[in-house]
């Protein structure tokens, strides 16, 4: 004799997910397929609902299938056969509808599959043609295959990886079956909220009824509390005592997301809520805003900042970093990496940071970034990885950027970035150029134990990161560190030697015995307005008026050598909308000008810069005037610029770039007078190199041809990526087309990467 509530067996099925058959003989008596019980399992634990897999009248028992997720199914993973659960409560809820309908179509996600089983095997039993689709993360979480193909006429898999089954959800699944012309009488969804949410919305065209099985916050399980309430349709019911079954074509699906967000710490979470958090990725494009707010990055006030060069952002506190990390959802299929250039592990960093390792975060990063503490700082996110982020959906991205940041900060300050390859091999790489493409392709081929030489036409590392990003933005002091890491591995660095001049590749390649080139020498030429007055004194190109601050410290004159003109009290002009327009317009102020407008062609919208340095521009003073081209620039009888001759403009449609194309306005032009313009428009290639290399290809903008797989050059052995490549992009591009390059460099040495 068995005493009650004992369990009686206990079988892994998965990863964390266990099998428990308990003895329970008033509840097997009465359990029907779709009902659930409450267990409790100490005097201050939490109620916890679980639907009831199956049951044995005559043997008196209940199955019960959990996933180990939170406090209380950790505390019921460790009682073992023989032992008791204190509290089971059941059996609860209204048992499913179980009649002929016809083609049923029964749909577990994750865990879900276990509450299907049931009601699978009832429908089927009734006499329906059953086709049950199960879908889970990968082959090895996937359960009860054998027992859900002995109750439905057909079984269909899917996984998220493609590890088994059909590579997908279970809604792509649905989705196919329905496409093809198949039809269904009935549908019954269990599972994950966002997948039944999902999958209402996939039959609801074809007018298929459609019910859903919602695991909801409760805490009695008798319609005492009303914390299970639920909008249907025009009315409130109550998951414990109307459910727990509902119409998928009237449930409010949003306000059931939001109550299930209640409680967010693990510790006060419900088993289904911890369920819904895990499984939420099988449909990530349902995912709503979480409760917390995302965390705004501390600045130095604009008004201290606006007259020195001192960092503007000051990054996250650790306690905001916590926060942060903790609004990660941890997705299943991370858009968020595929909005990465170099694929950075983003989930899996913002876990370690999550679990307070911020150290072990930055060297998981520095796995597939070189640089992390430039890119935390300068890479436009938004665009990019915060970009593709789910949250960003229905509410504000993760932080990324800033917690990249964070981390690679903290790694910085606990240990060297870039430990030295234990050997090195017999191969040698050249590098042309130290910017952030050739950067990123030395780090990845000296983690290699390539041997590998940076060539740089400056007497200065860091390309445009040193020359072209204010230390506002990028404090030298960080590139100098990344520098110092790379050089630590090994990397040699060579400075003033502009490659096509004091050597050529072919020189490299034969005479130096390098085996393979890598050319990241950047965009080089900058582009002008091509109209009159440019040559006069005061109209810089931003190239120019950038170097001169950031690697020649110019605002720093006549204690350094290299000038600059005095602006003080003056009016700039920057012409562009880019991050260097941005850059060159926040340089101007902080070296006293008493005006700095950008002028650009097209409206806010269309401006290619970072959001977040538009923003710290307006609050620094920056003016703004959209929808205005310059005609002609022109100046008094010594030659010095004293004003500008502008058009007004209007859009018209979108042009290559899918920017709306900015259109003259006839009889609008008017003058501005200026004292110093900048111009920002972008830059074209460098031709040093390509006329000094016979056989490499460009194109009609000198820009290197090269394979986009491996991004080799017309030259065997020679390779090429960033700008000099693609034009002006962003580091971040740069540095994954130095990463692309490196691979390809090792599969040329015979190296598995």
Not at 66 to 83: A, H, R, Y
Not at 569 to 582: C, M
Request: with cysteine.
């Amino acid at each position: 004799m068995h005493a009650l509530n004992t369990i009686l067996e206990k079988k892994l099925l998965a990863e964390k997910i266990n099998q428990y058959i308990v003895h329970t003989p008033s509840i097997a008596r009465k359990a029907k397929a779709g009902q659930f019980v409450i267990l409790r399992l100490s005097d201050g634990g939490e109620r916890v609902p679980l639907t009831i897999v199956d049951h044995d009248a005559e043997k008196g028992t209940i199955t019960l299938i959990v996933q180990t997720v939170g406090k209380s199914t950790k505390m019921l993973d460790e009682i073992e056969p023989g032992e008791a659960i204190q509290d089971v409560l059941g059996p609860l809820g209204n048992p499913s509808e179980i009649e002929n309908f016809g083609r049923v179509a029964v749909i577990g996600g994750g865990v879900g599959a276990a509450v299907a089983f049931p009601v699978a095997k009832a429908l089927k039993l009734a006499g329906n043609h059953v086709t049950a689709i199960v879908g889970a993360r990968n082959k090895d979480l996937i359960i009860l295959k054998p027992e859900l193909e002995q109750v439905t006429d057909r079984l269909l898999l899917t996984t998220d990886d493609g590890s088994y089954g059909l590579h997908g959800f279970v809604t792509d699944q649905l989705r196919m079956l329905l496409e093809s012309g198949e039809s269904f009488d009935y549908v019954l969804a269990i599972g994950p909220l966002f997948m039944m949410r999902a999958v209402a919305d996939l039959t609801k065209p074809y007018g298929i009824r459609t019910t859903v099985s919602l695991n909801t916050i409760m805490v009695d399980g008798t319609g005492m509390c009303g914390g299970c309430r639920v909008q249907v349709g025009d009315k409130v019911r109550f998951t414990c005592v109307d459910g727990p079954e509902f119409d998928g074509h009237l449930v409010d699906f949003d306000t059931v997301i939001h109550r299930n967000r209640t409680y967010n710490h693990p510790e006060d979470c419900r088993l289904d809520t911890q369920v819904a958090d895990i499984e939420a990725e099988h449909l990530e494009e349902e995912l709503l805003q979480p409760s917390k707010e995302r965390q705004r990055m501390p600045e130095l006030p604009a008004h201290e900042r606006v007259r020195n060069f001192h960092e503007v952002a000051l990054g996250f506190t650790p306690e905001q970093a916590r926060i942060e990390a903790e609004r990660c959802l941890q997705c299943r299929n991370p858009l968020c990496v595929s909005g990465c250039p170099v694929s950075v592990k983003i989930p899996q960093f913002i876990k370690l940071l999550q679990s307070g390792d911020a150290v072990g975060a930055g060297r998981l990063i520095k796995t597939d970034n070189s640089l992390p503490r430039i890119c935390g700082r300068v890479c436009p996110q938004s665009d990019q990885c915060e970009g593709a982020c789910i949250l960003g959906r229905k509410g504000k991205p993760i932080a990324i950027g800033a917690l990249e940041r964070y981390v690679s900060d903290a790694l910085a300050a606990a240990e060297p970035e870039i430990e030295a390859s234990p050997e090195k091999l017999p191969f040698r790489a050249a590098m042309i150029g130290s910017g952030p493409a050739s950067l990123s392709c030395a780090g990845d081929l000296a983690r290699a134990g390539v041997q590998v030489t940076v060539f740089e036409a400056f007497h200065d590392f860091g390309g445009v990161l040193r020359y072209g990003i204010p230390e506002f933005r990028l404090p030298k002091s960080i590139v100098a560190q990344e520098v110092e890491s790379l050089s630590q591995s090994g990397v040699k660095f060579v400075a003033n030697t502009l490659i096509g001049a004091t050597f050529t590749i072919d020189e490299l390649l034969h005479d130096e015995h390098f085996d393979a080139v890598f050319i990241g020498s950047g965009a080089g030429l900058p582009n002008f307005l091509g109209i009159e007055g440019e040559s006069l004194v005061g109209v810089y190109s931003a190239n120019e008026f950038l170097t001169r601050v950031n690697l020649m410290k110019a605002y720093e004159y006549p204690h350094v050598d290299t000038p600059i003109l005095n602006m003080l009290n003056k009016t700039v002009g920057v012409f562009g909308g880019g991050n260097t327009a941005l850059d060159s317009a926040r340089v101007a102020l902080r070296l006293g000008a008493a005006k700095v407008a950008i002028i650009y062609r097209r409206t806010e919208q269309e401006m290619p810069g970072r959001k977040e340095e538009i923003e710290h521009a307006l609050a620094e003073g920056v003016q703004f005037s959209y929808l205005n081209a310059p005609l002609q620039f022109f100046g008094n009888q010594d030659g010095r610029l004293t004003g500008v001759r502008l058009q007004k403009m209007e859009l018209g449609e979108p042009d290559a770039s899918g920017r709306r194309r900015p259109v003259p306005l006839a009889g609008s032009e008017y003058e501005m007078d200026l004292d110093i313009a900048i111009v920002a428009i972008g830059n074209g290639s460098n031709p040093i190199i390509h006329r000094s290399t016979p056989g490499l290809d460009v194109d009609k903008w000198g820009h290197i041809l090269v394979d986009p797989e491996t991004s080799q050059t017309s030259i065997p052995g020679v390779y090429a990526g960033g700008d000099i490549v693609t034009g002006g992009a962003t580091v971040i591009k740069a540095m994954g087309a130095g990463r692309k390059a490196a691979a390809s460099i090792l599969r040329q040495f015979g190296i598995e990467v």
